[in-house]
């Protein structure tokens, strides 16, 4: 016989909606909840796919005796309150309930080594399309939903999403994929569950700059694929740390602050403009490497003042025109040597 369960609730409405508050722990959780992931088995799921990577970090933020006091939020199929709304009561058993929001901190906080409790936002007897809605609401500021997931679900939402809405998301996946390969030199240099440390930028700050250039309206990668983006962005930070190979020996690297890591974003489609006509089409890191060799004397020097700009936006675009500086005078010597051939 399935064992019944009652937890103690506080309820509230919004809009006609009743929504349930109670606290468990992960473990208990996991024993009924499950995540609705969209994959070719269940083509109506709405999920991100699970991250080993952000559940160990989740799980490492727990043990560092920090707190996690977002609220999870869960969609029951059956439930029900007694009649004085102060005990939510289901069924104990698999799938009996849903979670919309917060898949990451319940399977964090179940692998930690310290057991706490997490406070949950219950909808009852919400129906699929209530709970993609509420999903897409709350993961569209780039939490590493893949855009090719929220273009499937369109069909499913009240509205569309914009370019610029579509751009974020495919940035926030870009950075999760560099964030979490351990060959890249991006690896862990994204903070996405913190603020950023030593020697790290936010997920935020990346996805501002990643998304221009991915905008399916005039970005300049917008016409490769995502595993090609993840490759051109790699490739042109491991040429970086190859020049700049000093630099990158400080505790905080200045391409991994906000004003340095803001001035090579910005002058990216300059340079990858410039290795593409000096190689006739390439951008491996050798192809960039040569580019930067090319100005890392004056280059060097202005990387060791970029501190005094202090920070803003002005900070980075003075870093960044003192790279294009020097990377226009490299095409104004190619323009001058074409000329002279012909």
């Given at each position: 016989?399935?064992?019944?369960?009652?937890?103690?609730?506080?309820?509230?409405?919004?809009?006609?909606?009743?929504?349930?508050?109670?606290?468990?722990?992960?473990?208990?959780?996991?024993?009924?909840?499950?995540?609705?992931?969209?994959?070719?088995?269940?083509?109506?799921?709405?999920?991100?796919?699970?991250?080993?990577?952000?559940?160990?970090?989740?799980?490492?933020?727990?043990?560092?005796?920090?707190?996690?006091?977002?609220?999870?939020?869960?969609?029951?199929?059956?439930?029900?309150?007694?009649?004085?709304?102060?005990?939510?009561?289901?069924?104990?058993?698999?799938?009996?309930?849903?979670?919309?929001?917060?898949?990451?901190?319940?399977?964090?906080?179940?692998?930690?080594?310290?057991?706490?409790?997490?406070?949950?936002?219950?909808?009852?007897?919400?129906?699929?399309?209530?709970?993609?809605?509420?999903?897409?609401?709350?993961?569209?500021?780039?939490?590493?939903?893949?855009?090719?997931?929220?273009?499937?679900?369109?069909?499913?939402?009240?509205?569309?999403?914009?370019p610029k809405e579509v751009a974020q998301n495919r940035a926030?996946?870009?950075?999760?994929?560099?964030?979490?390969?351990?060959?890249?030199?991006?690896?862990?240099?994204?903070?996405?569950?913190?603020?950023?440390?030593?020697?790290?930028?936010?997920?935020?700050?990346?996805?501002?700059?990643?998304?221009?250039?991915?905008?399916?309206?005039?970005?300049?990668?917008?016409?490769?694929?995502?595993?090609?983006?993840?490759?051109?962005?790699?490739?042109?930070?491991?040429?970086?740390?190859?020049?700049?190979n000093q630099e990158l020996k400080k505790d905080r690297p200045?391409?991994?602050?906000?004003?340095?890591?803001?001035?090579?974003?910005?002058?990216?489609?300059?340079?990858?403009?410039?290795?593409?006509?000096?190689?006739?089409?390439?951008?491996?890191?050798?192809?960039?490497?040569?580019?930067?060799?090319?100005?890392?004397?004056?280059?060097?020097?202005?990387?060791?003042?970029?501190?005094?700009?202090?920070?803003?936006?002005?900070?980075?675009?003075?870093?960044?025109?003192?790279?294009?500086?020097?990377?226009?005078?490299?095409?104004?010597?190619?323009?001058?040597?074409?000329?002279?051939?012909?």
């Amino acid at each position: 016989m399935t064992k019944i369960l009652k937890y103690d609730c506080l309820t509230f409405n919004q809009n006609g909606k009743d929504l349930v508050f109670f606290k468990i722990k992960a473990k208990d959780l996991l024993k009924f909840a499950n995540v609705a992931r969209k994959t070719e088995d269940n083509p109506d799921g709405y999920q991100r796919m699970f991250s080993e990577y952000r559940k160990k970090a989740i799980a490492k933020y727990i043990d560092d005796k920090n707190i996690l006091p977002n609220s999870i939020l869960i969609s029951f199929d059956e439930a029900r309150l007694e009649e004085n709304k102060t005990k939510i009561i289901f069924a104990a058993k698999e799938n009996s309930a849903w979670i919309i929001d917060g898949q990451h901190r319940v399977l964090g906080a179940s692998y930690a080594n310290t057991e706490i409790e997490l406070p949950v936002i219950a909808l009852l007897n919400a129906n699929q399309e209530e709970q993609v809605l509420q999903f897409v609401t709350i993961n569209r500021e780039a939490k590493g939903v893949p855009s090719s997931l929220y273009i499937d679900l369109l069909g499913k939402l009240p509205r569309e999403l914009s370019p610029k809405e579509v751009a974020q998301n495919r940035a926030s996946d870009i950075a999760d994929k560099l964030n979490e390969d351990e060959y890249s030199p991006l690896y862990n240099r994204i903070a996405t569950t913190s603020s950023p440390k030593a020697g790290q930028i936010s997920k935020s700050n990346f996805v501002r700059k990643v998304e221009p250039l991915i905008s399916i309206e005039k970005g300049r990668l917008n016409t490769f694929t995502m595993v090609e983006q993840v490759k051109i962005i790699n490739n042109y930070f491991k040429a970086i740390e190859k020049v700049f190979n000093q630099e990158l020996k400080k505790d905080r690297p200045i391409f991994y602050q906000t004003i340095g890591f803001g001035a090579f974003m910005k002058s990216f489609e300059l340079i990858f403009n410039t290795v593409l006509n000096l190689t006739n089409g390439g951008f491996e890191v050798q192809d960039i490497i040569s580019l930067f060799k090319s100005v890392a004397p004056d280059l060097n020097t202005s990387l060791s003042s970029w501190s005094q700009y202090g920070t803003g936006e002005k900070a980075e675009n003075n870093a960044a025109n003192e790279i294009k500086t020097l990377i226009q005078k490299v095409n104004a010597q190619s323009d001058l040597k074409t000329s002279i051939r012909l």
